[in-house]
């Protein structure tokens, strides 16, 4: 069986997620050699000369070349596509993976590499909404639950590589069917981005009239809208790609919202702050990992 | 005119608000004495045995007896009743301020008070989801935005002095109407407080038929919601002491959401993709004050 300590590991996209990771490896030795792979050249250079990386390429081919491990940390869509790309490049027994925030399509994606390829969907449940190479940080992965989503064809020892990697940069693997992730999801991370997207919307039109809306935000609506300020790329990815979900729990969202209206309409004091009470207790009652 | 380091300072209410004030005045000798009062022994014994307070006790008319200036930060309804109360117990030229979170029902109440008696509105713009005494810090209003709404009665004298307090803790006054501050803070704060809510419950519907969602739910979750979990009682007197301003911008907001789902639901991806960037640039362009 493999170990983490002899693997080339390929990184594709060296954004906050790709980037983070080829750091914890790179820097703590955890692997053979860290390869980063990204579109733009001066992305290139800057892993590069950042030490995050030990080779640096623009070519997705040369990239993924006798890799042991390669993992696609780029917006869901690419990911799918460049899947599609790498199958024939790819040598028998390298374990894929990717980061991708829906696992789905991805992992039908998956599916369709060449027999003798170990795919295996993942993604960590951990992000910022700063993007790119410059927000990548050492130690980003650390405590996170890292889901990972293995196809029926994902060897034993496949699946154990790859919890041997989240488990070196610190993370906790979570295995779990790609749809029944989705859904989760929908509700923890994609419902919040819109449901931050359209406070940023509804304050933004106070303050077309009355400016000093913004002077006058402080903590609850920092957190409150923090998600909106994320990459609209990923996120339209992770939407399109998770539609249906995504729409239920907006249904779901919206008639919690209708009820909390019709019973601050009603004046209904005490309907309402039973309801109020059971979030209360709801939310302090939960602690996030970190 | 009256300076701050003259004045006797009774505030009324040793939750997060006025127990860190208390502190912010007593620790930096800001004023000539500074008098706690509230409901339950057990904090003033505690506000007394943490050097929060000079003086501390729960007999509301006894505390407020001939202080220059006094601070209601109660609940706000609570903050209603008790200006009915203590009116007849202050010397005249007393400087009577509060905390509260909605100003227009306050205003009126501070409108009641005998003349002679100093009215002025205060919310300082600052707070965290945990409540209490406990919760209290020194330093929570540094830099904080603190809005001041003087009545038409409200003499330049008392406006200079409410201000002298403010800046005294490090924190930046804004001078707005009663109405206009609660529609703002309708869509800064009250808003988010029953988006918040909303989808904690939306996360407890699904977490009640699959539980790893709690384990899933990370940063995106953790500040998206975290306004939920503060104190019903204070919420439930903010939402129904703002009625009118609350429900537009609820409704302002589902008609947002509803525009989000509509577009995700068609598929029409250039059209979320423009609305998305539009949230997303307003969001990074804005910059907390803390």
């Given at each position: 069986?493999?170990?983490?300590?002899?693997?080339?590991?390929?990184?594709?996209?060296?954004?906050?997620?790709?980037?983070?990771?080829?750091?914890?490896?790179?820097q703590?030795?955890?692997?053979?050699?860290?390869?980063?792979?990204?579109?733009?050249?001066a992305?290139?250079?800057?892993?590069?000369?950042?030490?995050?990386?030990?080779l640096?390429?623009?070519?997705?081919?040369?990239?993924?070349?006798?890799?042991?491990?390669?993992i696609?940390?780029?917006?869901?869509?690419?990911?799918?596509?460049?899947?599609?790309?790498?199958?024939?490049?790819?040598?028998?027994?390298?374990?894929?993976?990717?980061?991708?925030?829906?696992?789905?399509e991805?992992?039908?994606?998956?599916d369709?590499?060449?027999p003798g390829?170990?795919?295996?969907?993942?993604?960590?449940?951990?992000?910022?909404?700063?993007?790119?190479?410059?927000?990548?940080?050492?130690?980003?992965?650390?405590?996170?639950?890292?889901?990972?989503?293995?196809?029926?064809?994902?060897?034993?020892?496949?699946?154990?590589?790859?919890?041997e990697?989240?488990?070196a940069?610190?993370?906790?693997?979570?295995?779990?069917?790609?749809?029944r992730?989705?859904?989760?999801?929908?509700?923890?991370?994609?419902?919040?981005?819109?449901?931050?997207?359209?406070?940023?919307?509804?304050?933004?039109?106070?303050?077309a009239?009355?400016p000093?809306?913004?002077?006058?935000?402080?903590?609850?609506?920092?957190d409150?809208s923090r998600v909106?300020?994320?990459?609209?790329r990923?996120?339209l990815?992770?939407?399109?790609?998770?539609?249906?979900?995504?729409?239920?729990?907006?249904?779901?969202?919206?008639?919690?919202?209708?009820?909390?209206?019709?019973?601050?309409?009603?004046?209904?004091?005490?309907?309402?702050?039973?309801?109020?009470?059971?979030?209360?207790?709801?939310?302090?009652?939960?602690?996030?990992?970190?």
């Amino acid at each position: 069986m493999k170990r983490l300590a002899d693997c080339r590991v390929a990184i594709v996209g060296l954004g906050l997620m790709g980037a983070s990771l080829a750091m914890d490896l790179s820097q703590n030795n955890l692997c053979r050699e860290v390869r980063g792979i990204a579109r733009r050249t001066a992305t290139v250079l800057d892993a590069f000369f950042a030490g995050a990386v030990d080779l640096a390429t623009n070519d997705l081919t040369t990239g993924v070349m006798a890799a042991d491990i390669v993992i696609l940390a780029t917006p869901v869509r690419t990911i799918v596509d460049m899947l599609g790309e790498i199958g024939p490049h790819l040598w028998p027994g390298t374990l894929v993976m990717d980061m991708g925030s829906t696992k789905s399509e991805i992992c039908a994606a998956l599916d369709q590499l060449p027999p003798g390829i170990q795919p295996i969907g993942g993604h960590p449940m951990t992000g910022k909404e700063t993007a790119g190479f410059d927000a990548a940080e050492t130690g980003l992965y650390r405590n996170a639950t890292w889901v990972l989503t293995p196809l029926p064809r994902t060897s034993p020892d496949a699946l154990c590589l790859a919890t041997e990697l989240v488990e070196a940069v610190g993370a906790r693997p979570v295995v779990l069917p790609a749809e029944r992730h989705d859904r989760l999801v929908a509700a923890i991370s994609h419902l919040p981005f819109l449901a931050a997207s359209a406070l940023v919307h509804t304050t933004a039109q106070v303050g077309a009239g009355d400016p000093a809306v913004w002077e006058l935000a402080a903590g609850g609506f920092r957190d409150t809208s923090r998600v909106a300020a994320s990459d609209t790329r990923m996120f339209l990815d992770i939407l399109m790609t998770n539609r249906p979900a995504v729409l239920a729990q907006l249904d779901a969202y919206l008639e919690q919202l209708s009820g909390l209206r019709g019973l601050l309409q009603a004046g209904d004091e005490a309907t309402l702050q039973a309801k109020l009470s059971v979030s209360q207790a709801a939310r302090a009652a939960w602690k996030p990992r970190r």
